[in-house]
């Protein structure tokens, strides 16, 4: 193995860390992704063996690309920050051993609300333990006031890092699924939180409902998908959720937020483009293992 294989095989070695770190930051995998491979050329051209710290030097280097992702994102940023729908990470319902490292949707529409500089210092340095001296140098400030900053973000988002029962999400989860099976609409309202939200992003911008009203008044819209899909217990976001499939083709996936046993939002992504980019390895869905095809017609 020369140089360059040496190199491109230690880059690959911290790939997983850099695009959960990418991910944390921007909330896209699309764009979580571009990110770590802009740490490529830039390793490329620089002199490795001075590097003490490899994994150190690509997380800055990462960290400092999200940063400006996220600086141009909010300046061209058209859509209000609460109807964005951010990537799903989808994992197996029993799979507990990755289930404290994901990240709750609730989290991750706070995030998208802190300013660029907020966002970094707190994920960096609450989720992924950096000093506040890394992260400084990073953003190009003080350490003082990096901690200032992680500590305005930890405000904001009290609350939404709550780990909640994965077993009472489910139970109130199925019971939503049972009321959209049998059209039953006592039984939905019965679980919906008074201000429940809906999100649903099928590729053409991102409509939102708000209220028991408006989201017990689409009982129709999910009966008819609940007797056409076949419906599969995940964790979507590190919450229970489902994948829903048609004729083993993902059609939807389903994120639910729930407090005092009820449902207080509920996520529906039906773009097939993004649909296209979640990693499903983690089911056995219907149409088989591993990466699922989506039907984009």
């Known amino acids: 193995m020369d140089d360059a294989d040496l190199l491109a095989s230690r880059f690959e070695d911290h790939r997983a860390h850099l695009q959960s770190v990418a991910y944390r930051l921007l909330g896209s995998l699309t764009d979580a992704d571009d990110a770590v491979q802009e740490a490529w050329p830039r390793l490329a051209r620089t002199e490795a063996a001075g590097i003490d710290n490899l994994g150190g030097w690509l997380t800055t280097v990462v960290s400092r690309v999200c940063l400006d992702m996220l600086r141009s994102r909010r300046q061209r940023r058209e859509d209000p920050l609460d109807t964005h729908i951010p990537d799903p990470v989808v ?22 609300a802190l300013s660029p500089a907020e966002r970094l210092a707190f994920v960096l340095h609450d989720m992924f333990g950096l000093p506040f001296e890394q992260i400084a140098a990073i953003m190009d400030r003080s350490p003082a006031a990096a901690r200032k900053l992680a500590s305005r973000a930890r405000q904001r ?7 909640p029962d994965p077993t009472a999400q489910r139970r109130v989860v199925d019971a939503f699924l049972a009321a959209a099976r049998g059209g039953d609409l006592a039984a939905l309202v019965a679980v ?25 008044g689409q009982l129709a819209t999910f009966h008819r998908m609940a007797s056409l899909a076949t419906a599969h217990p995940a964790l979507v976001y590190g919450m229970a959720g489902l994948v829903n499939t048609i004729s083993g083709e993902v059609f939807s996936i389903m994120a639910f937020t729930v407090a005092d046993e009820r449902i207080v939002a509920i996520d529906i992504l039906s773009d097939p483009d993004r649909l296209s980019l979640v990693d499903l ?13 989506v039907n984009k017609a």
């Open 91 to 112: 994992i197996g319902p029993e799979n507990d051993a990755v289930i404290a490292d994901s990240v709750g949707l609730a989290l991750l529409v706070v995030l998208e």
């Open 157 to 163: 988002v009290q609350g939404a890092t709550a780990t």
């Open 192 to 216: 919906l939180d008074p201000d429940v939200t809906l999100r649903t992003d099928s590729g053409n911008g991102t409509r939102v409902l708000r209220g028991t009203e408006s989201v017990a």
């Open 281 to 293: 390895s983690d089911l056995d869905l219907a149409c088989g293992a591993g990466r699922t095809t």
